[in-house]
């Protein structure tokens, strides 16, 4: 539904449109968009953020990752392009996502508790399922050590692309 599409309940006339248009802008956005700039950037294309609009745009960029993570639960847009545009080299890019991945993990957390969504249960397994993730984190460092920048990013955008592919099929 677009904004401006009215349902009737009841005798009562209901504005609902900008809900669906958030949820439709959130759900393309979270869809295409690591596409589109994981594709620019393997053909060496990019955007890129000068120094001096950092300041004034690292917060809006910051407010767009949240409400899209809190809209789709998915912590990557837009924030590792922003990462990606302001030129962090690998390992502060990784640092950076590090960061940025465990304070939404911790909302994310802390959302899922207060809605009573995150049950003892769910708990157990996501803990189970840190097992194979510190595993895949441990040889990912040592791949990162050996391998030139440039290497790393097209492995990196090209991995953002199988994200893309996994968040259109589920």
């Not at 994981?38 to 949240?66: C, D, Y």
């Not at 809209?71 to 502060?92: D, N, W």
């Amino acid at each position: 539904m677009a904004i401006g599409v009215y349902s009737h309940y009841n005798g009562t006339v209901w504005f609902n449109g900008i809900k669906n248009c958030f949820t439709t802008i959130s759900f393309f956005i979270s869809r295409h968009s690591p596409y589109f700039f994981s594709t620019l950037s393997l053909f060496g294309l990019s955007i890129e953020v000068k120094t001096k609009n950092e300041l004034w745009l690292a917060p809006v960029i910051g407010l767009i990752n949240g409400l899209l993570t809190g809209m789709t639960g998915i912590f990557v847009l837009p924030c590792v392009f922003y990462f990606q545009a302001i030129r962090l080299h690998k390992e502060s890019l990784v640092q950076s996502m590090g960061i940025l991945f465990s304070a939404l993990t911790m909302m994310m957390i802390f959302s899922l508790k207060t809605k009573n969504i995150l049950t003892l249960e769910l708990s157990l397994w996501s803990s189970i399922a840190i097992l194979p993730e510190i595993t895949g984190v441990l040889i990912g460092q040592l791949i990162r050590k050996i391998i030139p920048e440039d290497l790393f990013k097209k492995i990196f955008f090209f991995c953002l692309i199988l994200l893309g592919n996994f968040i259109l099929v589920n």
